[in-house]
C-alpha cells in the first residue's frame, strides 16, 4: 500500500513543519508507520515511527526533541510536527508502514521497501 506524504515547503532555519501521511482504505490506521527521509546525494534514512495505538514511538538521534510524531486513527493520518529546522534537515520525506515502531522494523522497511511514494520536499534555508 503507498501511503502520500505531504506538508512540505520551503522553511527558514528556526522554523516548524507539520507533514502529514496519509492513505486511501484502513492500512494506515491499523499500521505501525514510519517517517524517512532522503537528501540529495544521500542514502534515504529513518526518522521516526510510531506504533499502531500510538503508545510507542522511536526518533533518530538528529531529530529527537525537535521532532514529534502523533497520529490520529479516526482521520487515518499520521503527522510529524518539525520544530527548530536546519538546513541539515532539508530532503525529500517519505512516510511508510513498517513492521513495528523500532528501530530493526526502520532498518528493515529502508531494506525492502521497493516502493516508497512520490515523498513531499522539506527545504530549510539558512
Known amino acids: 500500500v503507498q501511503l502520500q506524504a505531504s506538508g512540505g515547503g520551503l522553511v527558514q532555519a528556526g522554523g516548524s513543519l507539520r507533514l502529514s501521511c496519509t492513505a486511501s482504505?484502513?492500512?494506515?490506521?491499523?499500521?505501525?508507520i514510519g517517517w524517512f527521509r532522503q537528501a540529495p546525494g544521500a542514502e534515504r534514512e529513518a526518522v521516526s515511527c510510531?506504533?499502531?495505538?500510538?503508545?510507542?514511538?522511536y526518533y533518530s538521534d538528529s531529530v529527537k526533541g525537535r521532532f514529534t510524531i502523533s497520529r490520529d486513527n479516526g482521520m487515518n493520518t499520521v503527522y510529524l510536527q518539525m520544530n527548530s529546522l536546519t538546513p541539515e534537515d532539508t530532503a525529500v520525506y517519505y512516510c511508510?508502514?513498517?513492521?513495528?515502531?523500532?528501530?530493526?522494523?526502520?532498518?528493515?522497511?529502508?531494506?525492502?521497501?521497493?516502493?516508497w511514494g512520490q515523498g513531499t520536499q522539506v527545504t530549510v534555508s539558512s
Open positions: 511508510s508502514v513498517v513492521l513495528a515502531a523500532t528501530t530493526y522494523a526502520m532498518d528493515r522497511a529502508l531494506r525492502e521497501n521497493d516502493s
Open positions: 482504505g484502513d492500512t494506515l490506521r491499523y499500521s505501525a
Open positions: 510510531i506504533s499502531q495505538s500510538g503508545g510507542s514511538t
